[in-house]
């Protein structure tokens, strides 16, 4: 794909970094507020849809590492199943950091957030939902890459 016009890609700068913004605002929200971490890792996901279709493939390629978006999927899962594991001495996912609800009104502000590890959880599925998200997006703009440079030949059957 080629790089759309320079409106469109003035837009994608100047409004792309607010979908990273509303999407990490979901995932760190996403206990006390409709949606989480896979709502928002999907949000931030789009991010790199939005330019890969403003700047397409061509000028991305060389900005993105696919080893960064492994990585984040790697990360996610593990730092998810490190949180589900470490509940069960009580039983498996066991809300072990959770805060009382008198604690948290006493005291002004929370370092770890009152729902406990419900809150580290949906940051743990946010990482790795952008992560996964993020592969998926760059292995489909890879595939339409392969296809552009593939000339087709005029099809056989059509001759009227």
């Known amino acids: 794909m080629k790089p759309l016009s320079v409106v469109v890609r003035t837009g994608c700068d100047l409004f792309a970094w607010f979908m990273v913004i509303?999407?990490?605002?979901?995932?760190?929200?996403?206990?006390?507020?409709?949606?989480?971490?896979?709502?928002?890792g999907a949000v931030v996901a789009t991010f790199l849809a939005f330019l890969l279709v403003a700047y397409g493939w061509n000028t991305l390629k060389l900005w993105l590492q696919e080893s960064v978006y492994n990585a984040m999927l790697g990360f996610g899962l593990l730092c998810f199943l490190v949180l589900g594991f470490m509940g069960m001495p009580a039983s498996f996912f066991y809300n072990f950091v959770a805060i009382p609800a008198a604690e948290v009104a006493k005291s002004g502000h929370c370092i770890i957030p009152p729902s406990g590890t419900i809150a580290l959880m949906?940051?743990?599925?946010?990482?790795?939902?952008?992560?996964?998200?993020?592969?998926?997006?760059?292995?489909?703009?890879?595939?339409?890459?392969?296809?552009?440079?593939y000339e087709i030949g005029e099809e056989s059957g059509h001759d009227r």
Request: net charge negative; proline share 2%.
């Open 122 to 149: 949906d940051i743990a599925v946010g990482i790795e939902v952008t992560g996964g998200l993020s592969l998926i997006l760059v292995y489909m703009f890879k595939g339409i890459h392969l296809f552009d440079n």
């Open 22 to 40: 509303f999407g990490a605002y979901v995932i760190i929200h996403g206990d006390v507020t409709p949606g989480g971490g896979f709502q928002g």
